[in-house]
């Protein structure tokens, strides 16, 4: 969480009700991802509900702000929470003759990156570097005589148009936030001033005295003939929290895609030295960085999914999600971003960048030669399963499994790739509900395909058990160089007709404990396979010594629900031959 200095202070002024209202809230332990919200109100009375209008909107906002799902844009979460008061506002306002509207200028400061969100003609200043900016626009009468005329307010119509803007959080950054009553008082430059003044008078930085500079601004306003309620809302930061998801997301959206590259092209100190895969939707390049030498391999987007949003935020949640697992126990089973590779504001280009490994892919090892050795593809499976269980403890799900993402490094580590497609819970909702994964590898349950309840056709999302569905087809692949339930092609649906054959039917050699393994991680009934990658990795390690029971054959009424009508038609049709060869040829 960000280290913010908050102060406020709000004054009725010459007016005998103060209808300001302003609020902040601090993350509790459990939502510390959520970052840090703030708000100012200004009610406007028409019947004196202003003040009610003011402070339930500022109140429900902060509240209920931290209610939301972590996995929401921010600018979502606020626009969710501020239309529902609109609608409860204007709803109380058709059913009594007293009125009450409210501006709303709302600031969430989370991570390295503040969203603002502002109605009406409260304000939000940014000083930075020296430099006071205002980032809201006000929402009033371009007239003289009528530039206190709201244009828009919370609580005024059933459709509320709000601005909504984001941008870097920088370390020393200074948010104000103010009424009309202080602001229309007060210039800009008199607004520095104070802050100047502050500093002078107290032998300190302004940074730690928010409070007195909120009061400081108030009691100026005051005397410089203010006579509208008073309020300042100021918010220094002093500490910077790791970059979040959603910084790196808007990050990369303020980025072109580089066009295809070819061999000795030069991007942002790297050097291509060759391409390495295509896609259609990812490009990856091995490159070199000039000032090291050091290999590496550059990953971004193909130029033709320049304007795909979604391809880009999977891109930057790949790149977010492989960072954060670099902390835990499965970032030996991972290939790592580059060192310091965090600094996407340097770059011209958006692209994410892996350390080099060399090596080769379970499938280059398949395409070259025969299958594995027992012995090997046993090792092989022990790797990927114990990868397996720390990415699912870490509630991170890769969807993805198979021999072209497993990479054999000369060092003799087995790595995962590729988690373009992995879940982690805070993927956006599109590629959450996306059918993804190499079609022969997915379980059948993802395709509508249930064996416990026949003629079930909806389909489940991908959990655990998916993974481990897929490392046991790549297993069997490993084992025999064919896959268990054959290819599928994509545009197809997988075809689960009928239990797979033993690996021990196409190679003799393989025992049979290995067989009911195999056989048990790819059942067609879900029921019947590993629940967890520990129970999997269980019985690898006992092998022999403690065998599997071989998994029961698929009842046919399961394998095919239409089986008996089959059977009957097909009496139905041997009947009405017999019949007819009776009426036809048997003499009458």
Request: some cysteine.
């Amino acid at each position: 969480m960000n280290d913010i200095d908050i102060g406020y202070t709000s004054l009725a002024g010459t007016k005998p009700i103060n209808e300001d209202f302003a609020g902040a809230m601090l993350p509790g332990k459990d939502d510390k991802d959520m970052g840090v919200i703030m708000a100012i109100a200004d009610g406007v009375s028409m019947g004196g509900m202003g003040k009610e209008a003011a402070q339930t909107t500022v109140t429900s906002l902060v509240r209920d702000y931290f209610c939301t799902p972590p996995t929401w844009d921010t600018s979502v979460a606020l626009d969710r929470i501020i239309a529902a008061q609109n609608a409860w506002l204007v709803a109380l306002n058709k059913r009594r003759p007293e009125l009450g509207f409210t501006t709303l200028t709302a600031l969430v400061l989370r991570g390295q990156t503040y969203t603002l969100a502002h109605v009406g003609d409260t304000r939000c200043y940014l000083l930075r570097d020296g430099q006071l900016t205002q980032l809201t626009h006000d929402h009033i009468v371009n007239h003289t005589d009528f530039k206190h005329q709201l244009l828009r307010s919370v609580g005024s119509e059933d459709r509320l148009a709000v601005d909504y803007s984001q941008g870097e959080v920088m370390l020393g950054d200074c948010f104000i936030l103010l009424s009309d009553g202080v602001y229309g008082s007060l210039s800009d430059a008199r607004i520095k001033s104070i802050f100047k003044d502050i500093e002078q008078q107290s032998g300190t930085s302004w940074q730690s005295l928010s409070e007195t500079l909120a009061e400081n601004l108030v009691d100026a306003a005051l005397k410089s003939g203010s006579n509208d309620n008073a309020s300042a809302l100021v918010a220094h930061v002093k500490g910077l929290s790791e970059a979040t998801l959603e910084d790196a997301t808007l990050a990369a959206l303020n980025l072109p895609i580089p066009p295809l590259l070819k061999v000795g092209d030069k991007i942002d100190g790297f050097e291509v030295l060759a391409p390495v895969a295509d896609s259609g939707i990812n490009v990856i390049y091995q490159v070199k960085e000039l000032t090291t030498g050091k290999l590496y391999a550059l990953k971004t987007l193909h130029p033709s999914r320049t304007k795909d949003k979604e391809e880009r935020t999977m891109l930057v949640h790949e790149a977010w999600l492989t960072q954060q697992l670099q902390t835990t126990r499965a970032a030996d089973s991972l290939v790592h971003l580059k060192a310091e590779d965090t600094a996407v504001a340097l770059r011209s280009k958006y692209y994410i960048v892996y350390d080099w490994h060399k090596g080769e892919t379970l499938q280059q090892q398949l395409d070259r030669g025969a299958p594995f050795d027992v012995a090997h593809a046993l090792s092989s499976a022990t790797q990927i399963t114990k990868a397996l269980s720390h990415l699912h403890r870490q509630n991170v799900i890769h969807r993805d499994i198979k021999p072209a993402n497993l990479h054999q490094g000369t060092d003799g580590v087995l790595r995962l790739l590729d988690l373009g497609v992995a879940l982690s819970g805070k993927e956006p909702a599109s590629m959450r509900d996306l059918h993804a994964g190499t079609p022969s590898y997915i379980n059948p349950e993802q395709w509508g395909v249930h064996f416990k309840n026949a003629g079930d056709d909806n389909k489940e999302l991908p959990d655990a058990q998916s993974d481990l569905f897929a490392l046991g087809v790549t297993l069997y692949q490993l084992l025999t160089g064919k896959l268990p339930y054959g290819e599928v092609l994509p545009g197809q649906s997988g075809r689960y007709y009928r239990d797979p054959l033993a690996p021990s039917r196409h190679r003799p050699e393989i025992p049979k404990w290995l067989d009911n393994i195999v056989l048990k991680a790819i059942a067609r009934d879900k029921n019947q396979r590993f629940e967890t990658a520990e129970e999997l990795l269980l019985a690898l390690d006992r092998g022999a010594s403690r065998p599997l029971s071989a998994p029961l054959a698929t009842p046919l009424i399961q394998r095919d629900p239409t089986v008996v009508w089959k059977i009957g038609l097909g009496i139905s049709v041997l009947f009405n031959l017999l019949l007819v060869y009776w009426l036809l040829f048997l003499p009458k």
